[in-house]
């Protein structure tokens, strides 16, 4: 990528980007570092205060930048896969975070089953 893209990457005061990624991934990876960029107060809280995970144990996390390619593989060689259900043309979107959410609530191994269906028909 371009210098000028990077720097205005860098320039950025967020704790999580996505570059052709969603940036809550960084949330399921225990390595990257999500939440606000430090040195926010409560009576200037732009993106927030305070971090979670940071496995890597870095003593100043400032942010995950986390990039994708522009088009997924398999979906770049139109052997199109199920889309994640947080895209807007996921068809079964809304009925999968739904069953997503009620397993949050109350987890049991007996609802994984339908939230992979819902997941592969969207």
């Given at each position: 990528m371009g210098d000028d893209f990077?720097?205005?990457?860098?320039?950025?005061?967020?704790g999580a980007i996505g570059i052709n990624v969603w940036n809550a991934v960084a949330f399921l990876l225990p390595q990257c570092t999500w939440g606000a960029f430090p040195g926010h107060t409560y009576n200037d809280i732009q993106s927030g205060i305070g971090i979670v995970h940071n496995s890597l144990m870095f003593d100043k996390p400032e942010k995950t930048v986390l990039y994708g390619p522009f088009r997924t593989l398999p979906r770049a060689l139109n052997l199109a896969p199920p889309k994640p259900p947080w895209y807007v043309t996921n068809k079964t979107g809304s009925n999968t975070l739904r069953k997503i959410t009620d397993f949050a609530l109350n987890p049991s191994f007996l609802k994984l089953p339908g939230i992979f269906i819902s997941a592969l028909k969207g």
């Open positions: 990077e720097d205005c990457i860098a320039d950025l005061k967020y």
